[in-house]
């Protein structure tokens, strides 16, 4: 069963539907769901469908080619010796398919294939370019997990393929809806706590869901699956970058770095933090973090001569480095209620909250104006003034500022007198120091919204889980 990605099936079945030939290149982190979503979509029928194989050589890529042909009808042939030859065995194949549909052609994992020195993308190209682009009944789709690899060689392509792909498709994480939906198609009888919980250590990938089992809780799920020997998670983070990316190393120095800093860091900071040379190299990392959804760059408001600020948005990277990095834990339910759970769970919810920007947006009621999403710090060079930072700010069209309080907690949350007296310095501090002339909101974020007090005046609007779960 198939949760959400109605936008992204759309795109696939409207290929077929087209006056020519298509070619669809879908990319996304490890264990999106890319390959299922694929398979799903087609209801597995395929005219020809094959998988590369991780670290093998060129023989046998083009061994594993040819088993594939055989499976799809090809008659008994010699196994090429070159990927010009194994498309041209393909050609054949398709020629000879007479039933006047569509014929959709899925090649997964395709950074695998491009084995050096083979030549790959030169015969992948010359594949399209001389026979499929002639016909208009041809559906190529790509697929890989080396997401910095599909976007290189086939969506941001300079050679052959420049401009070739007719449709892509980033598949993203799923949503605090989409897995409210997983959990209820598992029969998890999990709250929105517990399932807001989960997203904020494993975010949104299928794939990690998947371990929840029935008739546990979330705790005693997350103490098999992370700290226990033999769980499933307990090797994730070092396949997860080697999958992504064939020299990792930069990307995880980023990473590391990025995971000990809240509010992200500029560029020269970061390049200090992770030991790196400011080059081409360095810059290439960033931008494939980036594309995969680890981090994201951000411009202060009102202040862009300060240049990007990069943050850690990835979920799961953030609660390894917390909590399983340096094995300072052995146990999640043992761990409730103190200190660093509590830190933690803080910065996690804020990242959640980022990373549901479009739901915060139509809770508010202004979905339908353009807005932009910010951060803002100050720091003051006098030792006695106190410094601030906010960590989201969305900048609306209609002359309004959101001005955005994140704040988890188990229960309705309470303002004190102090926080009352912070909040309000804040706001006065940023419309001050940023010289906006728009009306400035402050709202709330938080699970359950406000209990009543005496200090919710200077609370414009409110935004609660429920909120962020809505579709």
Known sequence: MLIGRKNEQQTLLDALKSDESEFIAVYGRRRVGKTYLIRETFNYHFAFEHSGLLDAPLAEQLEEFMESLYSAGMPESECPKSWREAFRLLQRLLEKNQSGEKKVIFLDELPWMDTPRSNFIRALDHFWNSWATRRKDIVLIVCGSATSWIISNIVASYGGLHNRVTRQIWLRQFTLHECELYCRSRNLELSRKSILEGY????????????????MSLSQNFDRMFFSEGGEMTHEYEALYASLFRFPEKHIAIVRALAG??????????????????????????????????????????????GAVWQLMDSYTLFYFRFIAEDSIHSWSAEAGTSVRNVWSGLAFERVCLQHLPQICRALGFSGVVNTAHSWTYRP?????????????????????????????????SISAAEDERLRERKSTFVRLSGTGKTVHITMITPYGLAPGSYNDDVQSQVTMDDLFSY
Request: charged share 30%.
């Open 261 to 306: 800093k809240k509010g992200g860091m500029q560029r020269d900071e970061l390049l200090n933090a992770a030991g790196l040379s400011d080059n081409s190299g360095f810059s290439t990392a960033l931008s494939e973090l980036e594309q995969c959804g680890f981090i994201r760059h951000y411009t202060m408001l009102g202040n862009r001569k300060k």
């Open 200 to 215: 904020m250590a494993m975010g949104g990938v299928p794939y990690y869901w998947r371990f929840l089992k029935t008739g």
């Open 381 to 413: 060079k006098d030792g006695d003034e106190k410094g601030v930072q906010i960590d989201l700010l969305i900048d609306r069209n209609d002359d309004v500022i959101n001005l955005c309080e994140m704040k988890y907690s188990g229960a309705k949350y």
